[in-house]
């Protein structure tokens, strides 16, 4: 059912209005590594059988803690989280899931619900219980929100889409960055690089996004660059770098169409230094390692080739028996980012492409 799933979602993308360059090819046991990025190609099997069953059961796991309302909860506030509805939701269509089709169509058509239903006439979509950092589940339902958009006409969808860049333009500070509130005050990247993919994301879905916007944030994610390491600190005014920021920052790059550039170099090997020395665990692991198998795919190459295999045996050997992933924020949280890095080779959210 999945491939039957995968293919409808395969027919829709070729609609997307997105260059030659963005189309994602199908998927395939065996692939080229390369495609992400202009790297040389490297052969490799991304889809294993252990894989599949992975995600499968991930998928069941995350189908069963959906709320009646459509959403799915993080543990830190108690109830329904829009950002983190999004994120499950995003790995479902990372599935090739559709709303009203596919095994779990029916779970992606609640979520939408739940997010639209808590889209405000400001454009901010958020949770009622959630009154610290906003912005974050903001970008993550944006994001959502683009990726759906490209494949439909829903009108409801799209002026929620457009009210929701809108107010993502006219939160950038100053730096060029973004910050916990919708408002023009400080920034930090961890913020940023949220807006940075759903502004991404809507662009891709045909939304208008200023060309300043996106310059902008350009210089902000350089600006949070170490010199020293080629790591990312959190915010411009200083601090150390460290694995999940700087895997945001070099992604925030991507996304912000710089794909070739001494920053992102430097980046990258920053990336595949701190995991061979193992600081790629701890604190913000799913978070990281989120961002990581993002800016890894789109390098391509060699890159893709050293990282994917490590990662897709690291979160099968850490899902535990009833298909979930735990994390203090949460098992839905964990799960749906999971999924998302081991369903990248199946390449069906445009997202992920060049």
């Known amino acids: 059912m999945r491939r039957v799933a995968q293919a409808l979602v395969a027919a829709v993308f070729v609609a997307l209005p997105v260059t030659a360059q963005d189309a994602a090819p199908p998927a395939a046991d065996a692939a080229s590594a390369g495609d992400g990025g202009d790297a040389a190609a490297v052969e490799f099997v991304e889809v294993t059988p252990e894989l599949e069953d992975a995600v499968a059961r991930g998928l069941a796991y995350l189908a069963q803690q959906q709320n009646v309302d459509g959403s799915f909860s993080a543990e830190r506030y108690g109830g329904g989280h829009v950002g983190v509805t999004a994120i499950c939701c995003l790995a479902f269509l990372a ?32 949770s009622p219980n959630v009154s610290h950092g906003p912005m974050y ?96 600190r959190y915010m411009t005014s200083g601090g150390s770098s460290a694995f999940p920021r700087s895997a945001a920052g070099v992604a925030a790059l991507y996304y912000a169409g710089v794909y070739e550039d001494d920053v992102i170099d430097d980046g990258l090997a920053y990336l595949h230094r701190q995991i061979e020395a193992g600081n790629d665990r701890g604190g913000h692991e799913y978070y990281g390692h989120y961002y990581c198998a993002q800016a890894m795919f789109i390098a391509g190459g060699e890159h893709w080739a050293a990282y994917f295999p490590y990662i897709r045996e690291r979160l099968i050997e850490r899902q535990l028996r009833d298909g979930h992933w735990e994390s203090p924020h949460g098992g839905p949280y964990a799960t749906g980012m999971s999924l998302i890095v081991l369903q990248m080779p199946y390449r069906f959210l445009p997202i992920f492409q060049r």
């Open 137 to 232: 589940g903001h970008g993550f339902a944006t994001l959502f929100l683009g990726e759906l958009y490209g494949m439909s006409d829903d009108e409801q969808l799209r002026d929620a889409l457009v009210k929701a860049v809108r107010l993502i333009v006219k939160s950038q500070n100053a730096e060029g960055g973004w910050r916990y509130q919708p408002i023009p005050f400080d920034a930090d990247l961890s913020v940023t690089i949220c807006q940075i993919k759903a502004l991404r994301s809507a662009r891709m879905a045909g939304i208008s996004v200023p060309e300043e916007t996106v310059e902008n944030a350009i210089g902000y994610v350089r600006d949070c660059q170490n010199t020293t390491d080629g790591g990312f």
């Open 95 to 126: 599935n090739g899931e559709v709303p009203g089709r596919g095994d779990y169509g029916e779970v992606v058509e609640k979520g939408l619900g739940y997010i639209l239903s808590h889209a405000q006439e400001s454009g901010l979509i958020a």
